[in-house]
């Protein structure tokens, strides 16, 4: 009976830690809610679900800012420490500026109630996958994303809808049962679900079997984060999925996949005292998705498939911050994650205010340069910080994680470490050929646009506070890094 | 002011290119006057800066400003500065920037399309090349660098010719793989060396002059001059100096690495070929006289015959390739690529006489590649025609015009008179003395490069003769009402630049005074630390 009672201090004593989380499910369950009663009033289900995440993030920041030190909650099946805690804010960003895309058409879009239910799911996921501690955790918490996520992706209700959900569906299925399967080789070797409790287990150090089931584990959370080999899902997806849905799959599933992979990684090698080649492993899926992400780009005619190519690139490259296994690569790889959630929303924006004129293919941007300049150029410097020129957080961004590599190069002397720097900075060559293809057509090619120009949208102003802060995080790196560089990344 | 007089040249242009984003694109002349007026402000600093200067071999008007700090944990303090100065190296190198630039503005003159973006990325241009030409600290010189790119492709991409696309994008790619290269040095020599300037931490700064100590490196880094780090069968100080000196190579250009130049030449509008060729190509032979060489002497010791190869190659294959040429531009081109060898072999001969006449062939090559590309331009502006053939007996018709080409020509040939002679003379007195002063390179080079110079009298004389000798008549559908002589604005872009040529061909003393110094200590810090770093490493 104490044992118990000593059980539910504990979880209401969690409770307090919990409150972002506590909002977003309550923010599911009312906004489905007012879906039945005010059906036709758009507009308070959009500010509705913009309230539950600014008050999620509220919170999170609150969190993040009176404790340093890192939690265990519900009996160790989740911590919150600094480094869920900022992704989590990045999450909440991302969906605000998500749920914003939406809010812009949010007549065009059906189901609006549902829509937004959705989205808080996997916002909710993506918050308790980032925290967990516990495989049944990391795999609850991966599924609430990815059944929401493959609902989200059939949003637009077309056929071509369908087809990209399903095949994510199928897709996704498939990994998750491989990574389930993963994980209970784990289980079986160490008797354990706590990750963070592997490392004292000798199994973990040189019995082959952990090897195969650290691996099979590791390919859900490759999945999620659309790393190759398991990418070929993306483009699909993102083609028949609405604008800000892309933009949402582009940042939220991915940065809580990268979040769980880092810190499952570094448990596993236990600060490089296991036997196994981890390290090796992200290495080669980091160089496979960086060339197979940009390579495909480069022969893409509709943008979301280029986008989709460009996010299974990008995702290389946060998987370079990983790959130096060191806490500074870590850090360098949040703010990494911050100038992509930056970058690529600018991009997103306007893909979907151009979208929204009809222009779905690249070669139908001829002319906008002209007929719309000041949103052909915020898209050309989110472009351009996507393929990593200064002046912009994408070069900084790029330029931190390349440094901690040869750092970890350095230390170490691992050969696939320069391999993987030479790659990853000639991989900018080739993915400048293709970032540059909108705004070659925008600027370059003649074109007849008849789009009305009005410089004083919402878009632009979204847009200018977004390029505003591409181009802050390159002249003033240090406030960002500050920050990060407080959190403890201890395991 | 006398303190800020760098970033007042570089940051005028930037200013008037904020002011002209917020005057109406209907307004044509408005940018034009406002880009004038900020070349002319620059000039105006230029005499300040030539007024404060002192030529005694040390960089002086220097400016620093802490930038980025960033605490990196255990890997110590990452740090960045506004950090830009002045000395004989890029003196000269600024001055013909500032020219050049006000020059190549008064030739926008005629721009018609789309004036406003034009002029504002061409203010954006100055600023960067002024910037990159000053910068002492390696991640600011790679700011600038890397934002020349984007300018110079739109404005190549939008107001070229009929090929511009594909040339636009040649020139973007060459030149990103060269900046990567250089990317991968800079991060990993950041990493390596150590900054004394705040006692007891580790300070990982990109100051220039720091990294060219070789006591700075910290012990057991890779690019550590006494660690035996190895690449591949390579050392890595070795890797890292290949890096260095392909990236900055692809922008000289060298040749194999110079396919960019004559497509990118031949499709920019005048303005920006002149830019291009007097400006963007130094920067190639900028960096390495700055970066490449005095941070790995010892590499560039053990290179050095291959740099002087190359330079030499450079010089036949780009006379060669300008002597089959059939289009006016593109011969020009090659003839840039065919001078620009010149760089290479004095700078590989590392004496004072060779490196100072490296220095002296960029500036003088920047004054008669700009002449060259006008007089192109005057033609094009014209008949919209370049192809030699299709002229003939042009000096009945356009006398002054000849007589500037005919200057041109014999200044780029490297006639005695003119600076280009100064230049190559001291570049091949350095290539023949350094076998015997330093071993590094072997006579037959430089008796190989003079070659050159008979092949660049065969291909001007030849064009010579061919367009404007012999009897007038015109082919290829071109209007005879079209051929007249020189207008006043061409007569005010070119003049100057006559004048020029021939002044540093007669009295070249001022301007060695500057480079001079440079060159002296150049070349014996380049020898005696290389020479210390292979002997005991």
Redesign the interface.
Known sequence: MEILSDKLELIRMSISFFIPELILSIGILLIILIGLIKKDNLTILSFFSLGILVLSLWFGIIQIRQHVLPINLFVGMIRVDGFSGYLKILIDIGTLLTVLMTWRKQREQKHLPEYYALILAVVLGAHLLVMSMNLIMVFLSLELISISSYLLAGFSFSRKGSEGSLKYFLFGSVASAVMLYGFSLLYGLTGSLDFSSFMHHQMVKDQPLFLIGGFMALVGFFYKIAAAPLHPWSPDVYEAAPMPIVAFFSVVPKLAGIGILSKFILTVNIMGQSAYPWQIIICIVAILSLTVGNFSALWQKNVKRLMAYSSIAQSGFLLVGVATFLPQGIHYMLFYATAYMIMNYLVFIYLQQFESCGMHEISSFAGIGRSQPLSSLFLLIGLVALIGLPPTAGFMGKFFIFSSLWESYQLSGQPILLWLFIFGLLNAVVSLFYYLRIPYYSFIKSGESNIKTNILTFENLLGLILVIGVLYLFFNPGLLMGWINKINFAL | MQQYLISLLIFTPLIAALLGIFIPAKLVPYFKALTLFANILQVFFLFQIFNSYESNGTIQLIEKQS?????????GI?KAEYFVGLDGLNLPLVALSVVVLLIATISSWTIDK?VKGYFLLLLLLNAAIIGSFTALDFLLF??FF??M??PMF?LI??WGGAR??YA??KF??YT??GS?FI??VM??L??SVSDPSEPGRLVHSFNMLNMADSTRFISN??LDPHNTWM?GPFPARYCAFLLLFFGFAIKLPMVPLHTWLPDAHVEAPTPISVILAALLLKIGGYGLLRIAFPIFPDAAMHFSWFVGLMGVISIIYGGLNALACKDLKRLIAYSSISHMGFVLLGLASLTTEGVAGSVYQMVSHGIISAMLFLIAGVLYDRTHDRTIENYSGLSTKMQSYTVIVVVAFFGSMGLPGFSGFIAEIMVFLGAFKSNSVNGLLHESLAIVATLGLVLGAAYYLWTLQRMFFGPFHLKGGILESSIVDLNKREYIMLIPLVIAAIFFGIIPQPLMDIIDPFAKHFSEFVINSGKSLTLNP
Request: aromatic share 16%; glycine share 2%; proline share 0%.
């Open positions: 930038w980025i700090t960033i605490n990196m944990g255990s890997l990452l789309n790679y700011l890397e934002f790119l984007l739109f991409a939008m511009r696309e636009s994008i973007f790619l990103l793989v990567i990317l991968i991060i990993a950041y990493l880094t890779i690449i």
